[in-house]
């Protein structure tokens, strides 16, 4: 396989235990169909998925491109990538996507998959890597000459709760900065168009998924939960770094709790989501 030498290590502040993926798989049924739908994958088309976690999305997008394409899905962790060849066989869809552990800082591509995609696409990664750029650029050169790279990503910023529980925007910004504390951005959604244009690509078009809801919503209590595990998930790491003590940060999670129980809480957020093509060579 021909992959860089000596990649800089990505960090994943969230971890891999079964609770991490019991929720990465919640999150998936929350928001792949909306994924999907801004993706408009065609009939046929090959695709490279990088950063695959529990491979739910793959598996989705390898059912739309139908027989004859090729879906590759790339995850470094290996609890990850056994849960997915898990989940695939318990819904019979076991080979219905190529699952090949690697990082996306060193796509583990053979020489002659290079250049042979019609779309590469990476969710959730990039605010995980301390080099995006480097991921965004393999992208590019994975895929065909017009070939589309898809690029969706979290800017954290734009989170927004009403009413406001007291002291979970402090909470917030304690878990934002951990992120540049482990060399991550946790603002990469809005550097999305700007990384595939250093990357060599073409930018085409960048939108937003909405992902929120009010209390009343179907979806509403699974994405306040969402939120309150990210944050507890993330507890060790915002004391370890002092940005909050534990009886302030633990205050604003009992907040939260109390505040997803209100019935005028509202939840504002949105997935960023850019996409480029590779230029003809």
């Known amino acids: 396989m021909s992959q860089d030498k000596n990649p800089i ?11 991490e993926q019991r929720r990465l ?13 801004e993706l408009a994958l065609r009939a046929g088309e090959n695709v490279l998925d990088v950063g695959s976690g529990l491979g739910q999305f793959a598996r989705l997008l390898a059912r739309t491109a139908g027989r004859g394409a090729r879906t590759l899905a ?7 990538l056994t849960a997915a060849l898990r ?3 318990e819904e019979g869809e076991e080979g219905l996507v190529d699952f090949r552990r690697g990082d996306a800082m060193a796509l583990p591509l053979r020489d002659d998959e290079w250049g042979t995609f019609d779309v590469a696409h990476a969710r959730f990664v990039l605010e995980h890597v301390t080099d995006p750029l480097a991921v965004v650029t393999s992208m590019v050169r994975a895929v065909k000459p017009g070939g589309r790279v898809v690029l969706e990503d979290d800017d954290h910023d734009v989170l927004r709760l009403w009413p406001e529980p007291p002291g979970v925007r402090q909470v917030w910004e304690a878990y934002e900065r951990t992120y540049d504390r482990l060399g991550n951005d946790q603002f990469i959604g809005r550097r999305l168009v700007a990384l595939l244009h250093e990357a060599g690509a073409v930018p085409q078009r960048n939108t937003w998924i909405f992902f929120g809801g009010c209390q009343g919503h179907p979806a509403f209590s699974a994405l306040a939960l969402n939120m309150i595990k990210i944050l507890e998930g993330a ?14 940060f633990d205050a604003g999670i009992q907040a939260l709790q109390a505040w997803r129980h209100r019935p005028e809480a509202a939840l504002w957020y949105a997935i960023s989501w850019a996409e480029g093509v590779r230029p003809p060579t």
């Open 9 to 19: 290590p990505s960090s994943y502040i969230h971890g891999t235990a079964a609770e």
């Open 25 to 37: 798989a919640k999150l998936n049924d929350l928001i792949n169909e909306g994924s999907l739908k």
């Open 74 to 80: 790339i995850e470094r962790d290996e609890q990850q």
């Open 87 to 89: 989940l695939a066989q």
């Open 235 to 248: 507890r060790d790491t915002v004391l370890a770094q002092s940005f909050l003590n534990a009886e302030y």
